[in-house]
């Protein structure tokens, strides 16, 4: 994937974005039925359900209030909650904004609002090639639009025919946002800074994964970035052999 | 309760993560120990949601077992990853693996 364009234009990079977010659209699928199918039997209505797809448009936090509102928790309870499930995303807002800083706020305001996990992913990965096409954020434009279409779509199947959906999971469609990662994070173990920040970032997961609301996924990110930037300020390496800057950089090569 | 307040409240909350830094960050100079720091977030925070997806269960506990489908595709797709570096061919190979794998457990039983 990692769409290769000659001549970038809008129409190109927004394409782009569609086609190389396609994988992680696939893995939501399964996601996005569930919660729409489970939203009545956990206590939420069928407008409180699509208007979490609508307006919060965070998966994972979505479920977990969800669940939440079954087991008869405040609205409090449930807002705090989610503020901590989403906070990850406080990083990927500060890795993407040294990109972006061009932008104006109509821009930025949307984009921010269709932040995810799985746009981070792709859109991190264009914005790290050293191409200098001027239209990266179409390419997050595409990505992200892609993204909330098909969650809301899942969302509203899910609610409307959450009976009679076979188990998507069965068909094993939640892995392929999971091999989409491994096959972009791979490729960036150029160096030990790397490889010692997704040990220590893989490890730490594992062994805080009781913790709740992602906070195993917080510290493990954070403490992945810490154990990085200490190999690479006691093993440095040469330069070509670290991670990729904005005026350096090579991420996921094109395919 | 009453949903609507809900559904903003969390709207709210969440889009106060996602935009105020993407907005701010990009207009003050970042000093550089923490820009080098940032470029270590994709690397960590994706294997950081890859690698409990592979090794823990269903039940919730490590599961390191040839019987997991999860971690035997994980296992296949890395180093097609690293020897490929194609993208596409990773997600094809380890979906193959995930779905072939399981076939051959059910042929087991």
């Given at each position: 994937m990692m769409s290769v364009l000659p001549q970038?234009?809008?129409r190109a990079e927004f394409w782009a974005g569609v086609k190389d977010t396609f994988p992680l659209v696939v893995g939501a699928i399964p996601f996005g039925l569930i919660f729409g199918a489970a939203a009545s039997a956990n206590g939420?209505?069928?407008?409180?359900?699509?208007?979490?797809?609508?307006?919060?448009?965070?998966?994972?936090?979505?479920f977990i209030a969800s669940g939440l509102i079954a087991g008869g928790a405040s609205m409090a309870v449930i807002i705090l909650t989610t503020f901590i499930?989403?906070?990850?995303?406080?990083?990927?807002?500060?890795?993407?904004?040294?990109?972006?800083?061009?932008l104006p706020q109509h821009w930025l305001a949307p984009l921010g609002f269709w932040l995810t996990d799985e746009s981070f992913a792709v859109v991190i990965?264009?914005?790290?090639?050293?191409?200098?096409?001027?239209?990266?954020?179409?390419?997050?434009?595409?990505?992200?639009?892609?993204?909330?279409v098909n969650w809301n779509l899942c969302t509203y199947v899910g609610l409307r025919a959450g009976q009679i959906i076979p188990n998507a999971r069965d068909l094993?469609?939640?892995?392929?946002?999971?091999?989409?990662?491994?096959?972009?994070?791979?490729?960036?173990?150029?160096?030990?800074?790397?490889?010692?920040c997704v040990l220590v970032a893989g490890l730490t997961a594992?062994?805080?994964?009781?913790?709740?609301?992602?906070?195993g996924l917080m510290i493990a990110a954070l403490l992945g970035v810490a154990a990085g930037v200490v190999t690479e300020a006691y093993f440095p390496q040469p330069a070509?052999?670290?991670?990729?800057?904005p005026a350096e950089g090579e991420a996921v090569e094109a395919m | 309760m009453n949903e609507a307040l809900l559904v903003a409240g969390m709207a709210l909350v969440t889009f106060a993560i996602r935009y105020p830094v993407l907005a701010l960050l990009g207009k003050i100079p970042l000093p550089e120990p923490v820009f080098r720091a940032l470029r270590y977030v994709p690397a960590a925070v994706l294997t950081a949601i890859i690698i409990p997806a592979v090794v823990i269960g269903q039940d919730s506990h490590?599961?390191?077992?040839?019987?997991?489908?999860?971690?035997?595709?994980g296992l296949v797709s890395a180093p097609v990853a690293w020897r490929t570096r194609s993208l596409l061919l990773t997600i094809i190979l380890g979906m193959l693996a995930l779905w072939g794998w399981r076939w051959l457990l059910t042929l087991l039983g």
């Amino acid at each position: 994937m990692m769409s290769v364009l000659p001549q970038p234009t809008r129409r190109a990079e927004f394409w782009a974005g569609v086609k190389d977010t396609f994988p992680l659209v696939v893995g939501a699928i399964p996601f996005g039925l569930i919660f729409g199918a489970a939203a009545s039997a956990n206590g939420l209505s069928f407008a409180g359900a699509m208007g979490m797809s609508l307006f919060v448009f965070a998966g994972s936090a979505q479920f977990i209030a969800s669940g939440l509102i079954a087991g008869g928790a405040s609205m409090a309870v449930i807002i705090l909650t989610t503020f901590i499930v989403n906070l990850r995303h406080a990083l990927y807002s500060a890795s993407l904004a040294p990109y972006m800083k061009h932008l104006p706020q109509h821009w930025l305001a949307p984009l921010g609002f269709w932040l995810t996990d799985e746009s981070f992913a792709v859109v991190i990965a264009r914005y790290t090639r050293t191409d200098d096409s001027p239209y990266k954020h179409w390419y997050f434009l595409g990505s992200a639009v892609f993204m909330y279409v098909n969650w809301n779509l899942c969302t509203y199947v899910g609610l409307r025919a959450g009976q009679i959906i076979p188990n998507a999971r069965d068909l094993g469609l939640d892995f392929a946002m999971v091999v989409t990662f491994i096959g972009i994070v791979v490729p960036l173990v150029k160096s030990r800074a790397v490889l010692a920040c997704v040990l220590v970032a893989g490890l730490t997961a594992v062994l805080a994964n009781p913790l709740p609301n992602k906070l195993g996924l917080m510290i493990a990110a954070l403490l992945g970035v810490a154990a990085g930037v200490v190999t690479e300020a006691y093993f440095p390496q040469p330069a070509q052999d670290k991670p990729s800057t904005p005026a350096e950089g090579e991420a996921v090569e094109a395919m | 309760m009453n949903e609507a307040l809900l559904v903003a409240g969390m709207a709210l909350v969440t889009f106060a993560i996602r935009y105020p830094v993407l907005a701010l960050l990009g207009k003050i100079p970042l000093p550089e120990p923490v820009f080098r720091a940032l470029r270590y977030v994709p690397a960590a925070v994706l294997t950081a949601i890859i690698i409990p997806a592979v090794v823990i269960g269903q039940d919730s506990h490590l599961d390191l077992r040839l019987t997991n489908a999860y971690l035997v595709a994980g296992l296949v797709s890395a180093p097609v990853a690293w020897r490929t570096r194609s993208l596409l061919l990773t997600i094809i190979l380890g979906m193959l693996a995930l779905w072939g794998w399981r076939w051959l457990l059910t042929l087991l039983g």
